[in-house]
C-alpha cells in the first residue's frame, strides 16, 4: 500500500473520487456536492486556518488503486471543557474493508498530530464548525441529510478495531409534518397566549439586518460560552441569514418576542440534499438552473431543524411549546412538506434531547463522535453533559 500527501489539482480530486468509489453502491448515499468539500480546505473559504492547519492523505493499493483516504487537522478552537490534554482531528475518512488499510491510515494521521503536540484525536469531525460533516453514521442508514456524513456500517468496526472510543452520540429526531402535536404544548400555548407580551413571527426576507440582529442577542445569551463557543457579531449572524436567503422558506424561520424583544429562535431549511441528489456533485449553471426549477416547483418535501433556543431566563416556562404551536399554525395547514428532521443533537444535551422527543419525534438516526488517547493508560472520560444558564 501506498500513501499519497494531497498536494495538488490531482489529488484534490482524488480525495473526492475515492469517498464517490467507496460509496456509490449504497443506494440511499448521494453525494456531495464537490465545493462543499473542497472549502473545507481551502484557506481564502475556511476561517478555522486562521487558528490551525490540516493534511490529507491517499491510500493506493499496490496496484495503484484508490482504496482510501484521511485528512487530520489541529485548531486551537477546538477544546472541550474538561479536557487535560490538546486534541486534534481527523476526517473526512473513507476506507475499504481492511483493518490493515485503515490502521495505516489512523497511525498516519496520529503521528503527524503527535508531531504538532497533540495527545489525543477525535473523529469523524471536520475543520472548522459543528453543523458539517461531524460524527461515523451507526445507525439510520437512510439518505443523509446536507452536509452530513454517510459511510458504509463497516467503518464502525474499523475505528472501535483500533481503539477509538465512543466521545458522544449524535441523535437525529424526525416526523411526519402532519402529525398533531401532544396536547401538553396546547396547554401551555394557551396560558402564555393570555400575556400579550408573547409574539411569535416568521421571517421577512426584506428585513434580514433585523433579524440577524434578533439571531445575534438570542445565540450570545442561549449558546455562547459553551464548549468555549464565543459572542457572535451582528455581521457575522448577517453574513449566515446572507448565505441561507437563496434557499430559506421563510415560513419555516421563526422568531419568539416578548414585549418585542428576541428571546427565541426556531430556524429550519428546505432539506437541501433533495435538491443536490441531482446534482452528480456538480453545481454550475446548469445546476443551479435545475436547483431553482426543482424550488419552484415545490419538489422538495422534506425540511430539517437548524437551530432551536431560548434565552436562559424564558426556558422552563412553555416558551419553547409558544413557539412551536404558533409556527406549527403556519406550517402544517396545506404545506408541501411531508416529513421534518432536526439535525444531530448531541447526548451531553439532554434538555435539547428532551425538547426534540416531546414533540413525538422518533430517533431516525445516529452518528457517533470518537476519540482516542494517544497515551493508552490514561483514563477515557466521555464528552460532559452540558451545564446551562452559565457563562
Aim: net charge positive; aromatic share 16%.
Amino acid at each position: 500500500m501506498e500513501l499519497v500527501i494531497v498536494t495538488s489539482e490531482k489529488t484534490a480530486r482524488q480525495f473526492i473520487e475515492v469517498h464517490v468509489l467507496l460509496n456509490k453502491r449504497y443506494p440511499e448515499w448521494i453525494r456531495p456536492l464537490n465545493k462543499d468539500i473542497e472549502q473545507v480546505f481551502d484557506p481564502e473559504k475556511n476561517k478555522a486556518f486562521r487558528h490551525g492547519e490540516c493534511v490529507r492523505w491517499l491510500l493506493k493499493n499496490d496496484k495503484g488503486e484508490l482504496i482510501g483516504r484521511i485528512a487530520a487537522f489541529v485548531n486551537k478552537k477546538y477544546r472541550t471543557k474538561g479536557d487535560t490534554q490538546p486534541t486534534g482531528g481527523v476526517g473526512f475518512f473513507d476506507c475499504i474493508n481492511d483493518q490493515a488499510a485503515a490502521n495505516l491510515l489512523f497511525d498516519t494521521a496520529q503521528q503527524w498530530l503527535k508531531e504538532k503536540g497533540m495527545e489525543a484525536m477525535d473523529g469523524p469531525i471536520n475543520f472548522g464548525e459543528r453543523d458539517r460533516w461531524w460524527g461515523l453514521l451507526v445507525e439510520g442508514f437512510h439518505e443523509p441529510l446536507y452536509c452530513m456524513n454517510y459511510n458504509p456500517p463497516y467503518y464502525k468496526q474499523l475505528m472501535e478495531n483500533y481503539g477509538f472510543q465512543p466521545f458522544f452520540n449524535q441523535y437525529c429526531y424526525a416526523m411526519r409534518v402532519d402529525q398533531q402535536l401532544q396536547p401538553k404544548f396546547f396547554e401551555r400555548h394557551a396560558m402564555l397566549k393570555k400575556d400579550p407580551g408573547y409574539k411569535a413571527r416568521y421571517i421577512e426576507k426584506n428585513k434580514l439586518e433585523k433579524y440577524a440582529e434578533d439571531f445575534t442577542i438570542v445565540y450570545n445569551k442561549a449558546w455562547a460560552g459553551h464548549d468555549g463557543g464565543k459572542d457572535i457579531t451582528k455581521q457575522q449572524a448577517l453574513n449566515i441569514f446572507k448565505q441561507m436567503s437563496a434557499v430559506m422558506d421563510p415560513k419555516i424561520v421563526w422568531f419568539l418576542y416578548y414585549n418585542e424583544e428576541p428571546i427565541g429562535c426556531w430556524l429550519n431549511l428546505p432539506e437541501l440534499n433533495q435538491f443536490f441528489k441531482h446534482m452528480n456533485g456538480k453545481f454550475g449553471l446548469l445546476q443551479k438552473l435545475h436547483f431553482f426549477w426543482l424550488k419552484i416547483t415545490g419538489q422538495c418535501t422534506k425540511f430539517s431543524g437548524v437551530v432551536f433556543g431560548l434565552v436562559p431566563e424564558f426556558q422552563g416556562k412553555g416558551a419553547d411549546s409558544f413557539l412551536i404551536v404558533e409556527g406549527a399554525k403556519v406550517i402544517q395547514p396545506k404545506s408541501h412538506y411531508k416529513e421534518y428532521e432536526l439535525q444531530w443533537i448531541g447526548d451531553f444535551n439532554p434538555k435539547m434531547m428532551n425538547v426534540a422527543e416531546s414533540l413525538g419525534t422518533s430517533r431516525s438516526r445516529q452518528l457517533v463522535t470518537y476519540r482516542y488517547l494517544f497515551d493508552r493508560t490514561k483514563e477515557f472520560k466521555r464528552h460532559p453533559i452540558l451545564e446551562f444558564n452559565k457563562k
